[in-house]
């Protein structure tokens, strides 16, 4: 079975922390993505990426940065954690082709307080 | 932009109840329609889906048809059972023509408890 895996299913910080969220996936998947689950959001895309040391922003990078230095890991980097970044975070991954599904993680529940 | 739009929930439904949860969707082209299942505790798992007009996705018990007339893709389940308690996200993709390397949009999800 396509394994992602998040290395935290719950974390404490504090305001001002740097926080790091790391996701590792072993199918060798081109695209990786960063998402935010919030009730009555939905999820929204925060970064992808799509090749090592490759990133694009999606909808809401504001207070977030990502780190892709090897294909099976991508990083969300929170550079000075704050409140309202309390949340679900989910990580997923896809392979190439048109049709490739994606996979997601189990989800990193962030508390900032 | 792209954007998904759910039913609002949550849904409370006793065991055997018929389930639709309502999803209707804004794109460009023709994008590729899903619906994802999240469990309590768990992340995302695909439930079905469909990639052209008048596809019907399938799992488990559970269907969904791309109906590109209405641009929706409501998920119906003849008879519900409580291990179907989850949330339930509808998604976008778009083609493959473009440069989106596989974004999805969700809806808001919608919560579905059933009772037994």
């Known amino acids: 079975d396509v394994k992602v895996t998040q290395s935290s299913r719950y974390l404490v910080k504090r305001t001002g922390e740097k926080v790091f969220l790391e996701c590792v996936q072993d199918m060798d998947h081109e695209n990786m993505f960063w998402y935010r689950q919030d009730p009555g959001l939905g999820l929204r895309l925060i970064y992808f990426?799509?090749?090592?040391?490759?990133?694009e922003k999606g909808d809401i990078p504001e207070g977030y940065s990502v780190s892709r230095e090897k294909k099976e890991r991508f990083s969300l980097i929170l550079e000075s954690a704050s409140t309202n970044q309390t949340s679900m975070y989910l990580c997923a991954g896809r392979g190439g082709g048109p049709y490739a599904e994606a996979f997601f993680g189990q989800g990193t529940r962030l508390t900032v307080v | 932009g792209d954007s998904v739009t759910q039913m609002e929930g949550p849904v409370t439904l006793s065991e055997e109840a018929f389930l639709t949860i309502n999803c209707t969707y804004t794109a460009t082209g023709y994008p590729s329609l899903f619906w994802y299942v999240q469990y309590p505790g768990e992340g995302l798992q695909l439930l079905l889906k469909a990639t052209k007009a008048d596809d019907k996705g399938s799992n488990k018990g559970f269907e969904a048809t791309y109906r590109k007339e209405t641009t929706s893709f409501h998920l119906e389940k003849g008879s519900v059972q409580v291990s179907d308690s989850a949330v339930y996200f509808c998604?976008?993709?778009?083609?493959?023509?473009?440069?989106?390397?596989?974004?999805?949009?969700f809806g808001q999800g919608t919560i579905l408890t059933v009772h037994p």
């Open positions: 990426s799509y090749d090592v040391k490759m990133k």
């Open positions: 998604a976008l993709r778009p083609n493959a023509g473009g440069t989106s390397y596989g974004k999805l949009t």
